[in-house]
């Protein structure tokens, strides 16, 4: 695993979305709250690429995991 702390706003960038505050913040009051039945890169929102890279990240406790898992938190 990659030692590199990744942030939120690094994270919007890898997703290819707008990564201003104000534009996360409004990211998470559009999508909030997310089921608890629904895993995070299962939601309805993400494109195929963002869904595939979460999942990924997420099964391989992968360098981007701990920043995906507070994004999950933030949405459910």
Same mark, same amino acid.
């Given at each position: 695993?990659?030692?590199?702390l990744?942030?939120?706003?690094?994270?919007?960038?890898?997703?290819?979305?707008?990564?201003?505050?104000?534009?996360?913040?409004? *990211?998470?009051?559009?999508?909030?709250?997310?089921?608890?039945?629904?895993?995070?890169?299962?939601?309805? *929102? +993400?494109?195929?690429?963002?869904?595939? *890279?979460?999942?990924?990240?997420?099964?391989?406790?992968?360098? +981007?995991?701990?920043?995906?898992?507070?994004?999950?938190?933030?949405?459910?």
């Amino acid at each position: 695993m990659n030692t590199n702390l990744h942030s939120m706003t690094n994270l919007f960038s890898q997703l290819g979305l707008p990564n201003s505050p104000e534009e996360m913040d409004k *990211f998470f009051e559009l999508r909030r709250p997310l089921g608890n039945e629904v895993a995070l890169y299962r939601a309805s *929102f +993400w494109s195929e690429s963002q869904r595939n *890279f979460l999942k990924e990240e997420i099964i391989e406790d992968a360098d +981007w995991a701990m920043v995906i898992d507070e994004m999950n938190s933030l949405l459910h």
